[in-house]
């Protein structure tokens, strides 16, 4: 995207021979073979040389990785460098959102985000996506809005098919960003188990509720959650198992164990991990997200999936508005529901 906005972006990766395989052919086989790079990008395995003159950085390493990312990027930063964080997750143990790690490991750098519906492959061939940059907006930021990293990120990567949009919410586009690969499993898991379109909406509508009070709770606004970077992002999740939160799910609810999936390969699926740190921090800080739970307790307890949103439904009836606050048990602790 920053190329083809017209900026000079040097891209890093681990692999020297990746790298050089993209120097030499102008296409990256490995992730996007059917799409050329745009000429202005630079393929590098020197982590110095890539940041080197950087003006701003996307950090886009997988979450498990981040703190390791970080350390290795401290001394060849400059002062001052805007990083947005492209991965998504709250990392296990400490509850931090990605945000927190990187500010504890990279004092003195505005940090933010670039999260929505952004598959790689259509972002790639030029289909019209949205995405939101978000950064917290200081005093100074305020002043001069146009100058502030947010502003000049959505700049700096519109193009004819890219739009981003600003948000000075980062707490609550990160809580979307790790929610909705969670919710993305449950909505995988019940269509692989045979169910259809009225459970899938269910499940994406109330996970939407789950982001807003996760959210709230550490002071976000519940009003991002319903932008692109919280329901855009988990309905294009929920709807394709080009995701492979989706795709997990659904070989999971199809009978296949963890290990049978993706035919046995070591695909790493950042809802199976954000699945453990969401709920330790959801059970810390006591806030209720019921599916999120029961994915929880699927993936690392080995509860039986059936059983498990069979359960789901049967919780006691809530009103959907807060402000009514009701609850009323279930007229049945084992409802008919069964797998078509």
Same mark, same amino acid.
């Given at each position: ?6 900026? =000079? ?10 790298? =050089? ?48 990312? &970080? ?36 004092? %003195? ?44 990120? *959505?700049?700096?990567? #519109? ?7 600003? *948000? ?37 509508? /109330? ?30 999740? &929920?709807?394709?198992?080009? *995701? /492979? ?15 049978? &999936? ?23 800080? %006591? ?31 809530? #009103?959907?508005? /807060? ?14 529901? =069964?797998?078509?």
């Amino acid at each position: 995207m920053a190329a083809a906005a017209g900026r =000079q972006p040097r891209l890093w990766g681990r692999r020297e021979e990746l790298a =050089q395989a993209m120097r030499d052919t102008g296409r990256n086989d490995d992730y996007l073979k059917d799409t050329p790079l745009p000429s202005g990008i630079e393929p590098t395995s020197d982590l110095a040389h890539a940041l080197d003159g950087a003006e701003a950085v996307l950090i886009v390493t997988p979450s498990s990785s981040l703190r390791e990312m &970080c350390a290795a990027m401290r001394p060849h930063l400059a002062p001052g460098v805007p990083l947005a964080l492209c991965c998504k997750g709250i990392e296990r143990h400490t509850g931090y959102l990605l945000s927190h790690l990187v500010e504890e490991e990279l004092p %003195g750098h505005p940090v933010g985000a670039l999260s929505g519906p952004t598959f790689a492959r259509e972002t790639a061939l030029g289909h019209p996506t949205a995405a939101t940059i978000a950064f917290e907006f200081r005093y100074t930021d305020r002043l001069s809005p146009d100058l502030s990293p947010a502003a000049r990120l *959505s700049v700096s990567l #519109s193009s004819s098919f890219f739009r981003p949009y600003m *948000s000075d919410d980062l707490v609550g586009v990160e809580v979307g960003g790790a929610v909705k690969n969670v919710i993305a499993i449950a909505c995988g898991m019940m269509t692989g188990a045979g169910f259809a379109e009225n459970t899938r909406a269910a499940l994406i509508t /109330r996970g939407i509720n789950e982001m807003k009070v996760l959210a709230e709770a550490l002071g976000g606004k519940r009003e991002t959650v319903t932008g692109l970077s919280g329901a855009g992002d988990l309905t294009l999740t &929920c709807s394709s198992t080009t *995701s /492979r939160n989706m795709s997990l799910g659904v070989q999971l609810g199809e009978g296949k164990t963890r290990a049978e &999936c993706f035919d046995g390969k070591n695909v790493v699926v950042e809802g199976e991990i954000s699945a453990a740190s969401v709920i330790e921090l959801a059970r810390r800080i %006591g806030v209720s997200m019921p599916i999120c739970e029961a994915v929880y307790t699927i993936l690392y307890d080995g509860a039986d999936l059936d059983q498990t949103f069979t359960d789901l439904w049967a919780r006691p009836i809530e #009103s959907e508005p /807060r402000a009514l606050d009701i609850e009323l048990a279930h007229p049945s602790t084992t409802p008919e529901v =069964q797998t078509p």
